[in-house]
């Protein structure tokens, strides 16, 4: 025969048992996975170009007379190679801190100018990188880290890396987000990537830089 002693224990005990589960059940908060597999539907081509003056901060590689700036990649061969974007109205007369192999010369710098889509065109004398002292951009994800799990941030950047190819300059893993950096993404690609994987996946940067 039970007595009120053992009744209050045992109801203690499934007590104890229901916030168990409960706690269980809650957790802490879990990961957004991304809602979809698909490509993000974005297409270069229907970017709005920057109205203004740029900025952009990288290798001028010149062969043979046709200059282009290299935002992404280069490769550490001599000369070095890249693929960037044509350069209209550059000039190396009075600029210093470049180098010259056969027909290819070539330095870092940060280079003004306006961007239509394809062609760079120098409005400004260009400054040795050595020497440029930029504004540290503000962080896109407002110093809060993702919460994106490592196994989906992976496959989203491989998908990414396949459906964007080399309109991705670099494309990385950081703080909880996929990062793409494009050449110039008027909010579309932003737009895109947010609408395939959801808010708070991928953030997407610009390498040229509003100044005007």
């Given at each position: 025969m039970s007595t009120p002693r053992s009744r209050m224990?045992?109801?203690?005990?499934?007590?104890?048992?229901?916030?168990?589960?409960a706690a269980c059940s809650t957790g802490p908060a879990s990961s957004p996975t991304p809602t979809s597999s698909g490509s993000p539907a974005w297409d270069t081509a229907n970017v709005v170009p920057p109205e203004g003056r740029v900025i952009g901060t990288g290798m001028v590689l010149d062969v043979a007379g046709e200059a282009q700036l290299c935002l992404g990649i280069v490769?550490?061969?001599?000369?070095?190679?890249?693929?960037?974007?044509?350069?209209?109205?550059?000039?190396?007369?009075?600029v210093d801190g470049s180098e010259t192999s056969a027909d290819t010369t070539w330095g870092t710098y940060a280079v003004y100018g306006t961007f239509d889509g394809e062609r760079y065109i120098v409005t400004d004398p260009p400054i040795m990188l050595a020497l440029?002292?930029?504004?540290?951009?503000?962080?896109?994800?407002?110093?809060v880290?993702?919460?994106?799990?490592?196994?989906?941030?992976?496959?989203?950047?491989?998908?990414?890396?396949?459906?964007?190819?080399?309109?991705?300059?670099?494309?990385?893993?950081?703080?909880?987000?996929?990062?793409?950096n494009v050449v110039w993404d008027d909010g579309s690609l932003q737009a895109a990537v947010d609408e395939t994987y959801g808010d708070g996946v991928v953030i997407v940067t610009s390498a040229l830089r509003e100044i005007d």
């Open positions: 224990l045992l109801a203690a005990a499934a007590l104890m048992g229901v916030l168990g589960l490769a550490e061969s001599y000369p070095p190679q890249c693929s960037g974007i044509p350069l209209e109205d550059w000039t190396w007369e009075g440029y002292d930029p504004i540290r951009p503000e962080d896109p994800a407002g110093g880290d993702g919460m994106t799990s490592e196994a989906d941030l992976t496959r989203v950047q491989d998908e990414l890396a396949a459906s964007l190819g080399r309109d991705a300059l670099t494309l990385w893993v950081e703080r909880g987000y996929v990062w793409v």
